[in-house]
């Protein structure tokens, strides 16, 4: 009888702590750095412990230190709930507490790796609109039957309501990770594994690795110097990581609309469901690329807080669809959020306004050039190129701006706000709930004063502080369409 009281009991412990390897998530990184060199040395000693527990004790205390220290916060951190709340503990003795009304979640999400899928662990993400920019409110890994559980618990709905979904066809899933994927963030992930692996095997593994890669290419192009074609490796190898990594984030994408919410499902590698109160999305944002808007495609993404936050993700209900769907898509998924026309656009009167700074961006690339050759005499064929190649994102931003001239733009109606701007390479039609700006500024240069034009800056502000900026309106009309709206500036 006893026996099964202890059973019971520590059930019902494990029933408030996280999985067990959340342990080894509480361990230092450099506990590996440790463990790795002593089973080298236990292996090189032929399994005499004895002797491995004399030479190395130092390190095995450390070890045991660490994974004890991981042990501890694991049995301190603990969560409770019931029908209409959960509160997390954390902490020496789980004295600070953390305690989230279900009322006030707008974004519950429950994601599960590769690595937690071999133990039927999860991690379950809890958000509000309360204002905490470095860290989820709640994040604890679970087992996955009780991270759905919670999950079900606090988006909780009316059965009887009717569903909306929409699902991306897989032509489309791999045209946008053709279109999203970036070099910058692929280099980012390859440095990273070329960094672990180096403090594990050799520190030199990445400057062998490219340099050997690099002289087995030269020997077919022996023209071009060998930290063009390392560089070339880079870029080319950065976008394939990320391109892969996009394909298997936002494949089999599904977004539902079930009463007050939407459900997004996606993944391969990580399985991920999220789900966001749909009164809480500030707003959405039709993003193109250049290449996007020439295809007539696009993306369409969303604002609620806990969304795709700080987890490498874009926090999208539409990964890619075409322009002629955009409005089925939106009337579907987000039917409350009205889309008003552009009131005030900009026109051929504003090209050069627009493409004024990248062409003498892209003007100074030549006396740059000139200035190189001169310092560097014997590096002419390697500056030429270098040149070449920075010139090519100049052309390609003024190119931009030639269509953006075209496409800026604002305009209101009773519940929303839209704005059609371009924001570096990308062009974006947000439309945003007029209840959720929280300020509109008029900007100006020295320049746009003295020629009568200026920018118009809307914001949102929650966890993070969200700014719009439509650029190059004549400043008159800009004041005039603000006041008829209510927004005096």
Same mark, same amino acid.
């Given at each position: 009888?006893?026996?099964?009281?202890?059973?019971?009991?520590? *059930?019902? @412990?494990?029933?408030?702590?996280?999985?067990?390897?959340?342990?080894?998530?509480? /361990?230092?990184?450099?506990?590996?750095?440790?463990?790795?060199?002593?089973?080298?040395?236990?292996?090189?000693?032929?399994?005499?412990?004895?002797?491995?527990?004399?030479?190395?004790?130092?390190?095995?205390?450390?070890?045991?230190?660490?994974?004890?220290?991981?042990?501890?916060?694991?049995?301190?951190?603990?969560?409770?709930?019931?029908?209409?709340?959960?509160?997390?503990?954390?902490?020496?003795?789980?004295?600070?507490?953390?305690?989230?009304?279900?009322? =006030?979640?707008?974004?519950?999400?429950?994601?599960?790796?590769?690595?937690?899928?071999?133990?039927?662990?999860?991690?379950?993400?809890?958000?509000?609109?309360?204002?905490?920019?470095?860290?989820?409110?709640?994040?604890?890994?679970?087992?996955?039957?009780?991270?759905?559980?919670?999950?079900?618990?606090?988006?909780?709905?009316?059965? $009887?309501?009717?569903?909306?979904?929409?699902?991306?066809? *897989?032509? =489309? $899933?791999?045209?946008?990770?053709? @279109?999203?994927?970036?070099?910058?963030?692929?280099? +980012?992930?390859?440095?990273?594994?070329? @960094?672990?692996?180096?403090?594990?095997?050799?520190?030199?593994?990445?400057?062998?690795?490219?340099?050997?890669?690099?002289?087995?290419?030269?020997?077919?192009?022996?023209?071009?110097?060998?930290?063009?074609?390392?560089?070339?490796?880079?870029?080319?190898?950065?976008?394939?990581?990320?391109?892969?990594?996009?394909?298997?984030?936002?494949?089999?994408?599904?977004?539902?609309?079930?009463?007050?919410?939407?459900?997004?499902?996606?993944?391969?590698? /990580?399985? *991920?469901?999220?789900?966001?109160?749909?009164?809480?999305?500030?707003?959405?944002?039709?993003?193109?690329?250049?290449?996007?808007?020439?295809?007539?495609?696009?993306?369409? %993404?969303?604002?609620?807080?806990?969304?795709?936050?700080?987890?490498?993700?874009?926090?999208?209900?539409?990964?890619?669809?075409?322009?002629?769907?955009?409005?089925?898509?939106?009337?579907?998924?987000?039917?409350? @959020?009205?889309?008003? =026309?552009?009131?005030?656009?900009?026109?051929?009167?504003?090209?050069?306004?627009?493409?004024?700074?990248?062409? +003498?961006?892209?003007?100074?690339?030549?006396?740059?050039?000139?200035?190189?050759?001169?310092?560097?005499?014997?590096?002419?064929?390697?500056? %030429?190129?270098?040149?070449?190649?920075?010139?090519?994102?100049?052309?390609?931003?003024?190119?931009?701006?030639?269509?953006?001239?075209?496409? /800026?733009?604002?305009?209101?109606?009773?519940?929303?706000?839209?704005?059609?701007?371009?924001?570096?390479?990308?062009?974006?039609?947000?439309?945003?709930?007029?209840?959720?700006?929280?300020?509109?500024?008029?900007?100006?240069?020295?320049?746009?004063?003295?020629?009568?034009?200026?920018?118009?800056?809307?914001?949102?502000?929650?966890?993070?502080?969200?700014?719009?900026?439509?650029?190059?309106?004549?400043?008159?009309?800009?004041?005039?369409?603000?006041?008829?709206?209510?927004?005096?500036?």
């Amino acid at each position: 009888m006893k026996q099964h009281k202890a059973m019971r009991r520590f *059930r019902e @412990f494990l029933r408030h702590r996280q999985h067990p390897i959340k342990i080894i998530g509480y /361990t230092s990184k450099t506990m590996w750095l440790l463990l790795i060199p002593l089973v080298k040395y236990l292996v090189a000693l032929k399994f005499d412990i004895r002797s491995w527990l004399v030479t190395n004790w130092v390190d095995i205390l450390a070890i045991v230190a660490i994974f004890a220290f991981a042990v501890l916060r694991w049995v301190f951190l603990f969560f409770e709930i019931d029908d209409k709340s959960m509160t997390s503990h954390s902490g020496y003795f789980g004295l600070a507490a953390t305690r989230l009304s279900f009322e =006030s979640v707008t974004t519950v999400c429950v994601h599960q790796s590769s690595f937690q899928r071999l133990f039927g662990a999860a991690t379950l993400y809890i958000d509000t609109d309360a204002k905490s920019v470095s860290r989820t409110d709640i994040a604890l890994v679970l087992p996955k039957k009780r991270a759905e559980h919670i999950l079900a618990l606090i988006s909780d709905e009316n059965t $009887q309501a009717v569903k909306y979904t929409v699902e991306s066809k *897989r032509r =489309s $899933q791999l045209a946008f990770s053709l @279109f999203f994927s970036s070099t910058l963030s692929g280099v +980012v992930i390859f440095a990273g594994l070329l @960094f672990e692996a180096s403090r594990i095997v050799d520190r030199k593994i990445e400057i062998t690795l490219l340099n050997t890669a690099a002289g087995e290419i030269s020997k077919y192009t022996k023209q071009i110097p060998r930290f063009i074609v390392i560089a070339a490796l880079v870029i080319i190898g950065g976008w394939l990581l990320s391109f892969l990594a996009n394909l298997m984030r936002y494949w089999h994408f599904s977004v539902t609309r079930h009463g007050g919410r939407l459900t997004v499902r996606s993944g391969i590698w /990580t399985l *991920r469901h999220d789900v966001m109160k749909r009164d809480n999305i500030y707003y959405y944002d039709v993003t193109r690329s250049l290449l996007m808007k020439l295809f007539k495609v696009c993306t369409i %993404n969303v604002y609620c807080t806990g969304y795709g936050k700080s987890r490498s993700e874009i926090p999208t209900i539409a990964p890619i669809t075409t322009d002629k769907e955009v409005e089925k898509t939106l009337s579907i998924l987000m039917p409350r @959020f009205t889309r008003p =026309s552009a009131m005030l656009t900009t026109g051929k009167r504003e090209i050069w306004r627009f493409i004024c700074i990248p062409v +003498v961006v892209f003007l100074f690339v030549p006396v740059l050039r000139h200035i190189a050759v001169f310092i560097f005499p014997r590096w002419v064929s390697e500056v %030429n190129i270098i040149a070449f190649i920075s010139s090519v994102p100049c052309v390609w931003l003024i190119i931009v701006k030639l269509f953006a001239a075209f496409s /800026t733009g604002i305009g209101f109606d009773e519940n929303c706000c839209v704005l059609d701007y371009c924001k570096l390479y990308g062009f974006h039609r947000v439309v945003i709930r007029r209840d959720k700006i929280t300020r509109v500024a008029i900007l100006q240069t020295w320049a746009q004063e003295k020629k009568g034009y200026c920018s118009i800056e809307i914001c949102t502000e929650n966890e993070k502080y969200k700014r719009h900026i439509v650029k190059h309106l004549p400043v008159d009309a800009a004041m005039s369409i603000l006041r008829t709206n209510g927004l005096a500036v």
